[in-house]
């Protein structure tokens, strides 16, 4: 208390001053409309920038938060889009629309890899989902790219996934622009490239052609991406040539598990 009266006493001309000049100042703003709608714009202007600052900051820590919530968007859409997808592939083949007891084909659970293998012959990754997440053997596992591999094992709470990196995968895939298809598999010798092979010989291929899943089995639907084709005149006796992925599989986080509802029944008539 005593240094706040001593300073006071010091420098009582200069906040005399200073009170004055923020007297006249208020006053000036509060009667000329001009001065008062600068002051005010430039407050307004301060202030939003001192806003934004903090609403980056923030933004920046919610990262974690916003990612699960597109994730989950994600995961809304596609399992909206299956459904949509099935209805109208019913439609079309119905000559009664009323007598169509509409059904979803496919549902997609949104997981996350916890341990990925890709410098093996025989490479695995282990997902946070399980039983208890209606996770079974043999589901598709794709991510925003494309496809990832199928369940091969779950316990309550985890599954373990055989990558597309594993010399027992074989997957039915076929040229995007065609309905020309091979049996997908891999050679351990580089994560990046997958084989693709039995292609029918007249099949046209050509550098850069999409190859997308088959849809010729009850675990992968017809239409998620693989990679694009690296060679096309040089095609082995067994008619096999190199896809390059979408993935890189060293370096995937966020997955889908797509459960197909009528698999058990086509495992069945099959």
Same mark, same amino acid.
């Given at each position: ?109 949104? +997981?996350? $890899? %916890? ?7 025989? !490479?695995?990754?282990? &997902?946070?989902?399980? =039983?208890?997440? /209606? ?91 693989? +990679?694009? $084709? %690296? ?7 067994? !008619?096999?040539?190199? &896809?390059?992925?979408? =993935?890189?599989? /060293? ?20």
């Amino acid at each position: 208390m005593q240094q706040l009266i001593y300073f006071i006493q010091k420098y009582k001309y200069f906040l005399y001053v200073l009170l004055l000049l923020l007297i006249s100042f208020s006053l000036t703003i509060n009667n000329h409309s001009f001065h008062k709608s600068k002051f005010i714009s430039s407050a307004n202007s301060i202030v939003g920038n001192i806003y934004n600052k903090q609403n980056n900051i923030s933004s920046y820590l919610d990262l974690n938060v916003k990612n699960q919530e597109l994730i989950e968007e994600n995961l809304r859409l596609r399992n909206e889009l299956s459904k949509l997808s099935f209805n109208l592939d019913s439609i079309s083949l119905s000559t009664s629309v009323d007598s169509i007891k509409y059904k979803q084909k496919f549902n997609y659970i949104n +997981g996350k $890899v %916890l341990k990925n293998e890709y410098t093996k012959p025989y !490479n695995f990754l282990t &997902i946070n989902r399980g =039983n208890k997440h /209606s996770i079974t053997t043999e589901m598709a596992v794709i991510n925003s790219k494309g496809i990832i591999g199928i369940t091969d094992a779950t316990s309550n709470s985890y599954a373990r996934v055989r990558s597309i990196l594993n010399r027992n995968s074989k997957i039915n895939a076929r040229f995007k622009n065609s309905f020309y298809f091979g049996t997908l598999s891999w050679d351990a010798k580089d994560y990046n490239i997958v084989q693709l092979n039995d292609i029918p010989r007249q099949a046209s291929v050509n550098i850069g052609d999409t190859i997308i899943t088959g849809g010729k089995s009850a675990i992968f639907p017809e239409g998620i991406p693989i +990679g694009v $084709v %690296l060679n096309s005149s040089d095609k082995t006796v067994d !008619n096999t040539i190199n &896809i390059k992925l979408f =993935n890189d599989m /060293s370096n995937v986080g966020a997955i889908y598990i797509i459960k197909n509802f009528h698999k058990q029944e086509i495992k069945n008539l099959e």
